[in-house]
């Protein structure tokens, strides 16, 4: 067990921006104009009207075109991140599936060595993984974390843990999310070094 508190944190979408890249991608193949502000839910194919099978058939190119190690970050992120390592011990829970690890293991290594990284091995969106996956908070729960953040407002449903502490990162898909908090990078970084006190 460590001796700081642990913090879990998702990639996607907070760590690691692979939605607005994604989206970009999404408007050339298709021909269309939507912006992030407009993704009203974290499951693309539902807003865009689209068929969950075409869906991961353009992640998969996306993925082709756009390797994991290669994606931006999410500004903010990685200073952010590596600050709070002071206070927390960092880990990342994701539920990229099985062909995309190396690649993660190599971004993670690049822009926040160290850090490791567990996989939640499984879906709960159309394109992560595979079904009876174990999910982020049961991972989170047993490695004995503190806060749990996460972009994605379905990991909140029905959040009831009294030693888990939920944060949901703000993105335009989660703005309905109403039992636990959002709050931005900068937000989550005053809201955890005053808890680190």
């Known amino acids: 067990m460590s001796a700081k508190p642990i913090v879990a944190l998702d990639a996607d979408g907070v760590i690691v921006d692979w939605y607005a890249k994604f989206l970009v991608y999404l408007n050339n193949e298709l021909g269309t104009t939507f912006t992030l502000n407009q993704v009203t839910d974290h499951n693309f194919e539902s807003v865009l009207g689209m068929p969950v099978g075409s869906m991961r058939k353009h992640v998969k190119k996306y993925y082709q075109l756009h390797p994991v190690d290669t994606l931006p970050k999410i500004p903010g992120a990685i200073e952010a991140i590596k600050q709070l390592a002071q206070h927390y011990e960092i880990i990342i829970i994701t ?12 971004w993670f290594k690049e822009h926040l060595p160290g850090v490791p990284i567990h996989f939640s ?6 394109y992560a993984g595979g079904e009876g996956r174990k999910t982020k908070l049961e991972i989170a729960k047993s490695l004995g974390a503190r806060y ?3 972009d994605n407002p379905y990991e909140f449903d029905g959040w009831q843990h009294d030693h888990v502490t939920a944060i949901c990162f703000k993105q335009p898909w989660n703005a309905g999310v109403k039992n636990v908090p959002r709050m931005d990078w900068a ?3 005053n809201f955890l070094l005053k808890s680190a006190i």
């Open 95 to 106: 539920s990229r599936s099985e062909p995309y690890r190396h690649a993660t293991h190599r």
């Open 187 to 189: 937000e989550i970084k």
């Open 148 to 150: 749990f953040i996460d």
């Open 121 to 126: 091995l499984g879906a709960n969106n159309p």
